[in-house]
T-cell receptor
């Protein structure tokens, strides 16, 4: 089954404790992205990657890191989480080829930083 | 600043009637627009898209209209069904970045009453 898989689905952590949210896709997609969803703000892009070893900042990159060492994986790293990073996070992937290049989203990771 | 705005946080319609969801954008560089549907505890799923060379795109019960001069797009659902109850997000992009670099609106909660 074609899918974008995020882990974990739920995470509660303490301020300052480094964490990684994993994202994997099995569709051989070129681009992958991370978004956060907050009430009243919709989804905002954190980072994106157009291909392996190519990453760029989105609209709200502060406090986050990413890497794209393999085509299928795009982990999101919070080196020192803070309470304002409590949010619902979504990973997405898509193809650059053809006309239909919409992004496919994972099921989300709900992160709480206390 | 919010470059994509959905001014109605919620919309309630009767089953069988038309649902109209609206979206406005400010960035004239956007030329590719998408609608996503989101159920609770799931990731957004792609619904329909339109490029700026068109003013209408139809897919079954879903039609998206684009008015470039007004920087406005709308999603029509006819007939509405209870299973359409979800949060709908409007998103915009540049065609060359397509789904990799999406700017989302705040979302509209649609409730279709039996």
């Amino acid at each position: 089954e074609a899918q974008v898989t995020q882990n974990p689905r739920y995470l509660i952590t303490v301020t300052g404790k480094k964490l990684t949210v994993t994202c994997s896709q099995n569709m051989n997609h070129e681009y992958m992205s991370w978004y956060r969803q907050d009430p009243g703000l919709g989804l905002r892009q954190i980072y994106y990657s157009m291909n392996v070893e190519v990453t760029d900042k989105g609209d709200v990159p502060e406090g986050y890191k990413v890497s794209r060492k393999e085509k299928r994986n795009f982990p999101l790293i919070l080196e020192s989480p803070s309470p304002n990073q409590t949010s619902l996070y979504f990973c997405a992937s898509g193809s650059n080829r053809g006309l239909n290049t919409e992004a496919f989203f994972g099921q989300g990771t709900r992160l709480t930083v206390v | 600043d919010q470059q994509v705005k959905q001014n109605s946080p919620s919309l309630s319609v009767q089953e069988g009637r038309i649902s109209i969801l609206n979206c406005d954008y400010t960035n004239s560089m956007f030329d590719y627009f998408l609608w996503y549907k989101k159920y609770p505890a799931e990731g957004p799923t792609f619904l329909i898209s339109i490029s700026s060379i068109k003013d209408k795109n139809e897919d079954g019960r879903f039609t998206v209209f684009l008015n470039k001069s007004a920087k406005h797009l709308s999603l029509h659902i006819v007939p509405s069904q209870p299973g359409d109850s979800a949060v709908y997000f409007c998103a915009a992009s540049r065609f060359e970045t397509s789904g990799s670099r999406l700017t989302f609106g705040e979302g509209t909660q649609l409730t279709v009453n039996p």
